[in-house]
């Protein structure tokens, strides 16, 4: 997949253009000209109905039966070719908007893994909210309105092209007394129809205006009320034991409150505007009657051209109005933009940031060992936390990390493993040699256990036998008839088991080297000394560096490195 969101802040202009310039460029391209084209053939279908409207209802006065008949035949034909092309119209505009929701969730998700992200946004950038619902629902509807509103002007504009004239000729001109001079206004239902079409829109804009704002703060709350909820069922365990269900009641209801207020502003605005919009809308059906009716009496046209008048300044009309009828959905359209826009910039915001406060040098090594040499490591706000770190790990010996609690030694880990940005110094790594980095808490994919065993290389595939067997080794046997079983493993698995995962997952991919976060804490001694063993027997060339408080993994490692001689704060991370 070619990636096109590049690291560079966006407009709403340039977000939606990108696609437009993509490797779907050509079938995009050829399917809004199919939409067009049928668009255009549609509108030339309702001006053959204006002019059937008019022979119809001349043929009704006249009384003349089999004329009647014949153009009730050939309505059906007219909307038979009708129906033909707007549904063939919808169906490749809603393919197009399809292929185009695709590519752009997938550039969305790319970018937000590119470069870490996803990380970066999470632990130490405060204006992105629910990244998730921006992804999944916003990119929907931003390509869906879109679709709808480009579809609609274009339909609108065709439209006025095509019954302006008709209305400009059926009209006439229009005498206007003004004390002894006469004044004659040609195609004065064209006149009228635009001055009350443009009156309609400023007023719409005027008062629709709010809505802009108002709806994309309400998609915020919703999202805030719905992590909310996601985040109860999430720890529903601790909850409970807490016996926390009237304080997270209290948490629901304050964002439920924050939403449904925003909600009750939103009523209010749309109610106002509705005052205005359905009383133009209502005024718009009696307008051309009145001042239509005039040549209808006069004997300009006949019952079949006063349909015919009316029908083409309701056609004209409503495609004046297009502002005035699609005002909430772009209001809407404005909000979702502006949402999914601050998204993508906060990423690049982000990326800035760790970019500007990364000074760390990474070099490879050719032999096997890991060097840094004056690290120093800030925190987000610039903190100073540990300075001048220097520090040798060498191959077939295990290090233990200890220090205070906060003092920085998982942050240490993730400068070495390049995740963490706020700092400088150098920092080797031997280049020929495996890395695995083991969290306090191991992470579960979405999926069966098996491929969440393998992760992060859940496309290789390793035997049943050998993944029972290691199970089994690791105090697991009872999940050893679950490989295949899909479920929320993270929520399904208690600490101390998920942090037994992790070690299965070592043994899988053999790394030669292991930093283990705390890796053992949710275990009972027994099971850590256990651990501990099966990895030295298995996987005897691994070297092992712990972080850790229990006096008991000293026992497993050869050298003790005491952290709090780097410290310069003693701050929680």
Excluded at 27 to 41: E, G, R
Excluded at 121 to 132: A, G, I, M, Q, S
Aim: hydrophobic letters at 45%.
């Amino acid at each position: 997949m070619d990636q096109h969101l590049q690291a560079q802040p966006y407009t709403t202009w340039q977000l939606i253009k990108i696609f437009w310039q993509s490797e779907h460029r050509l079938i995009a391209y050829s399917s809004l000209v199919f939409v067009l084209i049928m668009t255009m053939a549609i509108v030339g279908l309702e001006v053959a109905f204006n002019n059937w409207y008019n022979y119809f209802y001349d043929a009704l006065q006249d009384y003349d039966k089999h004329g009647a008949i014949d153009l009730l035949i050939m309505f059906v034909f007219i909307a038979t070719v009708y129906i033909v092309f707007s549904v063939y119209r919808y169906y490749v505009t809603q393919m197009l908007g399809l292929r185009w929701r695709r590519w752009l969730t997938e550039q969305f998700v790319g970018r937000w893994l590119n470069k870490k992200s996803y990380y970066y946004l999470e632990n130490f950038e405060e204006h992105t909210d629910n990244p998730d619902q921006r992804i999944q629902e916003d990119i929907g509807a931003l390509v869906s309105s879109t679709l709808d509103l480009v579809v609609g002007f274009i339909s609108s504009v065709t439209t006025i092209l095509a019954f302006i004239y008709i209305l400009w000729t059926l009209s006439g001109p229009m005498a206007i007394h003004i004390g002894s001079h006469q004044f004659h206004i040609p195609g004065y239902l064209v006149w009228v129809s635009v001055i009350y079409a443009l009156a309609g829109t400023y007023f719409t804009y005027y008062i629709g205006r709010p809505l802009v704002g108002l709806n994309f703060e309400q998609q915020r709350r919703e999202a805030d009320f719905r992590f909310a909820a996601v985040d109860l069922r999430t720890h529903s365990e601790n909850i409970a034991l807490y016996r926390g269900e009237r304080h997270q009641k209290n948490v629901l209801d304050n964002f439920l409150y924050r939403f449904l207020d925003n909600w009750y502003v939103i009523i209010l605005r749309q109610k106002l505007l509705l005052w205005f919009t359905a009383g133009y809308n209502q005024v718009s059906v009696i307008l051309p009657l009145i001042v239509a009716i005039p040549n209808y009496f006069n004997k300009v046209f006949k019952l079949g051209g006063l349909i015919q008048t009316l029908q083409a300044f309701r056609m004209i009309q409503d495609s004046l109005s297009f502002i005035v009828n699609s005002y909430p959905r772009i209001a809407e359209w404005q909000a979702i933009s502006r949402r999914l826009i601050t998204f993508i910039n906060h990423m690049y915001e982000a990326e800035q940031q760790a970019i500007a406060s990364n000074h760390f040098i990474y070099h490879q090594l050719l032999q096997d060992k890991i060097i840094t040499k004056n690290v120093t490591l800030f925190l987000p706000n610039k903190t100073l936390l540990l300075e001048n770190i220097n520090q040798e790990f060498i191959h077939g010996k295990n290090y233990l990390l200890i220090g205070a609690s906060g003092i920085g030694k998982s942050t240490y880990v993730r400068a070495i493993a390049g995740i963490w940005p706020y700092g400088s110094g150098e920092i080797s790594l031997p280049a020929s040699t495996s890395i695995m980095y083991i969290p306090q808490k191991s992470y579960m994919p979405i999926g069966t256990l098996a491929s969440a065993l393998l992760f992060p290389n859940a496309a290789h595939t390793a035997p049943e036998i050998l993944l029972k067997k290691l199970l089994t080794d690791c105090g697991l046997p009872h999940l050893t008839e679950r490989l295949h079983y899909v479920t929320a493993w993270s929520e399904q698995l208690s600490p101390g088991e998920l942090q037994r995962v992790a070690f299965v997952r070592i043994l899988l991919q053999k790394p030669k080297w292991v930093f283990m976060d705390e890796s053992t804490s949710s275990l009972d001694l027994n099971y850590e000394e256990m651990l501990y063993q099966l990895l030295k027997k298995e996987l005897p060339s691994c070297s092992i560096i712990t972080v850790g408080h229990r006096p008991s993994l000293a026992a497993f490692h050869d050298e003790k490195i005491n952290m709090a001689v780097y410290s310069v704060a003693r701050m929680a991370l």
